[in-house]
């Protein structure tokens, strides 16, 4: 039987955007948003996963602290070894990564995800949305198209991109690979959502945290 725990990891040192989980947002923060829609998700176990104690502080009802180690929020990249060490103390056997920095992600849009994964038989999932776009990789050949075709946003391929809003894997598999997901055929499955673009904004740089601001400074949610 799958048991799922819902995870919010934040810190202060982003490099792009520092602090940017507890800057005003109208009278909230991106920290304050999250944590309200976590506590209301179709979820075994509930986490706020941190090192700084203002994070901390932040924790709601229903929501329990797990405790980082500075090495896993220092700036710069560190191995999932370091990252991911607090999951020993997850009791679910499945986790998903609540992203925190997409304010506008609507909760019965994130349940409805989390029933999808819970009914199914997948090891592992993360939402993308579906958009017609043209790719090509770094020695300037065509990835998904052929150099003949119209280049036209209404009749060009289909792709399927990331949102990095929810993203399950298998707690046993990190903990022992070390890795998010198995190098298999539909790991992770791509969960197509119908999302605003609005819905998806993600504050990753000062500039996305303006846009951000300005609709809750306007009291547009």
């Known amino acids: 039987m799958k048991t799922l725990a819902g995870i919010i990891h934040a810190r202060k040192t982003s490099t792009r955007c520092p602090n940017k989980h507890l800057r005003p947002l109208g009278n909230t923060t991106l920290?304050?948003?999250a944590l309200e829609n976590l506590s209301?998700?179709?979820?075994?176990?509930?986490?706020?996963?941190?090192?700084?104690?203002?994070?901390?502080?932040?924790?709601?009802?229903?929501?329990?602290?797990?405790h980082r180690d500075y090495e896993s929020i220092a700036p710069g990249n560190c191995h999932h070894s370091v990252m991911y060490k607090h999951l020993e103390n997850v009791e679910s056997n499945f986790i998903v990564n609540y992203?925190?920095?997409q304010p506008f992600l609507q909760v019965d849009k994130l349940n409805h995800c989390i029933r999808?994964?819970?009914?199914?038989?997948?090891?592992?999932?993360?939402?993308?949305?579906?958009?017609r776009n043209f790719f090509w990789d770094k020695t300037r050949n065509p990835i998904n198209f052929k150099p003949n075709d119209r280049l036209s946003t209404t009749a060009g391929p289909w792709v399927y991109s990331a949102t990095h809003s929810?993203?399950?894997y298998e707690k046993n598999y990190m903990l022992t690979e070390w890795e998010l997901f198995p190098n298999t055929k539909d790991n992770p499955f791509p969960h197509i959502t119908d999302w605003s673009e609005k819905e998806l904004l993600d504050v990753d740089t000062e500039t996305d945290f303006e846009i951000v601001r300005g609709y809750y400074e306007q009291k547009i949610y």
Do not use: H, W
């Open 31 to 33: 920290i304050d948003i």
């Open 40 to 66: 209301k998700l179709d979820l075994d176990e509930k986490y706020l996963a941190v090192y700084d104690q203002e994070l901390k502080d932040k924790v709601i009802d229903g929501v329990q602290i797990l």
């Open 99 to 101: 992203n925190p920095c």
């Open 116 to 131: 999808v994964f819970k009914q199914s038989r997948m090891r592992s999932m993360i939402t993308v949305q579906k958009e």
């Open 166 to 168: 929810l993203v399950f």
